[in-house]
Every structure is written in structure tokens, then in C-alpha cells.
């Protein structure tokens, strides 16, 4: 199968329609998977304690292992994320959506967002997985 673009969202009729991410994606070709990015910059040091300040961090991380593989923030198609406190993460939703529009755009890929107990680098807050397809040439 040939999409027109890098992927497809998937919005089923009479479904009132997702916000800020995609219910379902339909994608061919390569696939990049990243493993769990946490805030650390490229020498694994923490340069932020906040959580805003983290998810940025994890952004440009992701968007950098992208990168290597010659794909960009449009590609990605699936993104997990990891949260430590749900109450720090609504407080910080505002920073959280403009950090996201700045390093990604207004790509809105599926997504779900969990509230663990512990991540297991105890200074992250949060740590992201993501998924991306690079569409077949």
C-alpha cells in the first residue's frame, strides 16, 4: 500500500474528534523506535528539575534520535509518556503544549500518557517512548 502522505490519522465516524492527539494512525514504511528518553542532556547529566523543563529536554532528545535516521517530528506517529505526578503534570500544561508546538509543530501523533509510581532514574519525572515511520520511497 502507497499513502499520499507519511501516515494517515484515524478519526472512526461519529467519534467527536481527539485533542492534542490522534486516536489511531495508519503508516508505511520504515519504522524507528526509540527506547525511554528521560530529561538528561547528550552527557546524561540533569540539567532540570522541573518537569516542564524535562519534557523539553526529552523533545529535543527525541528529535534528535530521529534525526540519525533522517526523520523529523511529522514522522513520529506514537508517543508514550511516563509521568511521576499528575498533579505537576496539569499544572504544567500550559509550558508542557508550548514546548510541545515549538520542538514538534502541530503534529499530533496517538499518544497516552501514564502515572507511574517511580521512573528508574530518580531525578526524571518523566520519560517518553516514541514511535516513527519513515514513509517507503
Known amino acids: 500500500m502507497k499513502l499520499a502522505?507519511?501516515?494517515?490519522?484515524l478519526q472512526p465516524d461519529g467519534w467527536l474528534p481527539a485533542k492534542g492527539y490522534a486516536n489511531g494512525v495508519l503508516a508505511d514504511g520504515a519504522m524507528i523506535f526509540t527506547g525511554g528518553l528521560v530529561g538528561w542532556n547528550a552527557q546524561q547529566e540533569w540539567e532540570h528539575?522541573?518537569?516542564?523543563?524535562?519534557?523539553?529536554?526529552?523533545?529535543?532528545?527525541?528529535?534528535?534520535?530521529?534525526?540519525?535516521?533522517?526523520a523529523k517530528p511529522?514522522?513520529?506517529?506514537?508517543l508514550t509518556w511516563y509521568i511521576t505526578d499528575?498533579?505537576?503534570?496539569?499544572?504544567?500544561?500550559?509550558?508542557?503544549?508550548?514546548?510541545?508546538r515549538e520542538i514538534i509543530g502541530?503534529?499530533?501523533?496517538?499518544?497516552?500518557?501514564?502515572?507511574?509510581?517511580?521512573?528508574?532514574?530518580?531525578?526524571?519525572?518523566i520519560e517518553i517512548e516514541a514511535t516513527a515511520v519513515l514513509p517507503r520511497t
Open 5 to 9: 502522505s507519511p501516515h494517515t490519522f
Open 49 to 70: 528539575e522541573d518537569m516542564a523543563s524535562q519534557f523539553r529536554q526529552i523533545l529535543e532528545n527525541i528529535v534528535a534520535v530521529l534525526d540519525t535516521a533522517g
Open 106 to 125: 502541530r503534529h499530533f501523533p496517538a499518544m497516552a500518557v501514564v502515572q507511574v509510581s517511580a521512573l528508574m532514574e530518580d531525578a526524571a519525572k
Open 86 to 100: 499528575k498533579d505537576e503534570y496539569h499544572a504544567n500544561l500550559r509550558s508542557i503544549g508550548a514546548a510541545y
Open 74 to 78: 511529522e514522522h513520529i506517529v506514537r
